[in-house]
């Protein structure tokens, strides 16, 4: 997968930080979901032998605090609307024009590209259509030419990340 | 606090009670039952189940009765009215999650004549198709309560049953959630597969990713299902004993220094149904491992065992009757000198065998009698004894555990190699005692330890003289013994930091060590065959020697095989040598010196001698070379005693006989006696105890002094940097020991189950080194080494140092046995196709 060295030596340096004691591990799991996003099996059996601590303790730890996630999410998510409303004023180009931009298919999470395009049916504001809600912001009205800004924005922004 | 007996009344009875114990357990003591799910004895109280609530006199609310402990005057109801139907809508909660057909169903009085199997697909269907086979905890509860109907409709949940292991099963919508195998797992034997997954409605017990419990390093020790109060966890394969007429026959376990008691269930066609630990002495999960539970029974009913003696003719071994086998016996044995012939033994069968091959040979006049020994363990320690006017323990009571405060376990895998003494030191971890590990090799109980010191292979002695500055340094208070001076002039020559640095071991784990035995006193200094079974073993020994006088530490040094104890105390009254490295021996073969060889066990022998008998219970490689091969019972179809690492005496009496022509050791000698017109004067076991094995604790201890540091230390640690660097892609190989073999034939041999938990091919790498070899899992590989090549399989383990391979082979073939006395050896590693 991708990066996952580069995730594995993150979490190494964590580890260095970090007392070996059990008391220690939850802290650890909030710094590691912090810097990847998630929580990455194959850092785990490492850092069970660290905490003197079993790798199913671990796991259960894992599961059960919903702050800890075990598989890596996209950075963003655009919600598009395809609702009666949207639809008959155009959602459906916009929903292909953000999918050739983009280069991901509706509905897939795709973390090489670190984005979700996620069609939604109707969110309550039907007047405003078609509406995009670009990670957690409402955009009304939303044209072909406000899908490029978009996309060129959170492309160049993820681009910056790397 | 008061250390009398408490008084105090349950449902208006007068008891009596020990302070710090629940109320649970006194109601128990008094014959009165108490329903409860979760508790599990020998751990803190968990409850969860809350079927225990109890009411106490002058206290507003209902407490569990597993945590409450008993107080003087205290008033305990632990039946009423409110208290049961609380009790009966608890239970049809948990009732919600688990099938209940059959704890309601009108037909139970006659449920085992219905009863015609067992489960197939391990589907939750009601009771004829449960494998608890009518021993489920539920059914106790439902009973008491007077279940009559549940208002909750059972919840299946579909979680995927777990089918892919060996001799465990695990459906999980039987799961209860009582939490008993969680910690029978984790705080009593220390493993730690199992967890509680999820939260909330989704909560089940899984291990590490739902890996199968094989990749999640399961020990199968299966307390887990000793403790599951439903058929959650099952071991696979049982068959319904429908409630017919079972016996049980307590047998002893040699596949180990534990000796374990164990009880074989017995069906009426004379079938071992299962092996349990038997659980009168202490709870079932208290003892026993793998090896005695699932693997005595299958490997004793083995198809290759033959039950008549064979004599070769033609080149072939050919079946024949006893009084002709021995007849050849007694006849070729003539035909020799008595100089001419060895006696060999293994320790591993009842000691009433060894004593009666013993006084066989003496009376023939043999003169060359030898125990087949390559773990040397307690003769070195004899050895040093000797040398140096020094006295350690031998026989070790696990019961003294309680004693200390801190433990240092030096190159012994305790979990594997003497199981119940680990199960016990455990106990005392949970209630605060410190645990030190220095071991260069693989070593489980690791985890549990509060410092971990992982040195270089065979670098033990440089670790502990690090040690013994530390703690000279932190504690630098008179000594009781003299000889201190000389020592710490030595160690003052050569700093901490070196010493640390050569040994492998950071020196802040050194120090942490240190400080934590200087604070958590008395300690004892555990060691195993491995940490003897190195070049610089005496240096090994004078290192404890002098950490246990600083420390004023108890040693233990921990034997590893059944009857270890006794076989080295025969040499006290016959002349048995000990025999590890075999050329020597096999030279004499050679050069005619030795030409008759009777060998009670197991050996890998490379030349055969003119005339070999060999008496085991398999055939054996060596025994299907042999001229006459007399097949015996093993220890579970005869009785006889066997030693454990205690040097405890103990005595099975089973009688499964797998055929009417075996014969054990012990009657065939006599019959061998008798042809011989020998007759054989065994001494009374029971007075072998005080005779052979005294129980001695060291007493006088006024005299002791250090011992002397007679190396030049700067020379020893730049000697030991010249060699710092193995070169290149070397790996230096820790040949550590496979318990999981009987009497020659490997378990993983003829038990396929056992393939997937412990191979003697197997090879342990660190993650790191097996990435940069490119080598994965099961990936093959070549090791090779000064003393030859050696074909493996790589297992990854994150317990091991980078740079270190264990290995850990059978020694049934020769090349085995010349890395096993080598103990360490340095080699590379080849991929086996390259
Ligand atoms: S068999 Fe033993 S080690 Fe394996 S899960 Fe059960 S309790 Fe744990
Ligand atoms: S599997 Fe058995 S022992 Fe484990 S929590 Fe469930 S019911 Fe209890
Ligand atoms: S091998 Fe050892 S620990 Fe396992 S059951 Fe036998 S005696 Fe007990
Ligand atoms: S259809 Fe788009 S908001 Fe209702
Ligand atoms: S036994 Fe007391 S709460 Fe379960």
Redesign the pocket.
Known sequence: MKNLGNKISIVEKILQTLPGERRYLVHFLHLVQQATGYIPEEILPAAARHFSVSPSEIFGVVTFYSAFSLKPHCQHEIVVCQGTACHVRGSGAIMEEFSRWLGVKPGEENLEKNVLLKPVNCLGCCAIGPVVVVDGQLQAKVDLKEVKRIAEKLTGESEKRE | MSFGRIRLKINERLVEAEPGMTVLECARKNGLYIPSLCELEGLPAFASCRLCLIEIKGRPFWSPACQTLVEEGMEVITSSEELESLRRSIFELILSEHPYFCLLCSEKPICNELKVTMAKALEPGGCIFCPKDGNCELQRVAEYLKIEKVSYEFEDKGWPLWQKDP??SYNPNLCILCGR?VR???EI?G????SFVNRGTKTVIG?FYDRT?VK?D????????DVCPTAA?TEKGLVAAKGKNLSRQKLICPLCSCGCELEAEIMENGAIRRILPAADKRPA?MSGC?RGRFGLRELLTELKRIFKPTIRSNGFPVETSWDEALESVVKNLEAFSPEEIAFVFNEQTHIENLLAFLEIGQKLGVKNFFWFYPEIFLKRIDEFEKENQVKFNRRINPDRLSEFRSYLVLDSDLKSEATTFWLELNRWLRSGARLVVLDSGLNKIERSAAVRLKGEPGREYLTLLALLKLLLEKSTGFSFYSGLDQIVEKLNQISGEILAEVSGVKLADLEKAAGLLVDSKPSAIIFGQRFLRQETWRRNLWAVWNLALKLEAEVFPVTSRINEIFASRLASQYPVQVLSDLTAFEQRIRDKKIRAVFVLGDLPLAVKPEFLVVLNVFETPLAAQSDVFLPIASSLESSGSLVDFEGKIKKSLPQIKFSENSLSGLQVFLKLGSRLGIKLTLPEVDFLQTTLLPDKTNSKKDHWRYLEIEDDLRQVVSSAQAREKPLGEEFMIVVDQDLYSYSGLILSEVVPGFKRIQNPDWLWLNPADAERHGFKNGSRVQIETESGRLAAAVRIDYGIKIGTAVIKPVLTNPMWLDFYLKGILRGRLRAENE
């Open positions: 001799f465990i195998c029978v797992c984790g034997r493993e730690g597969v199992l291990t419990l999640a399961c020990s199968f020790c299966g307390a887990c299902v966890f999960f793998a």
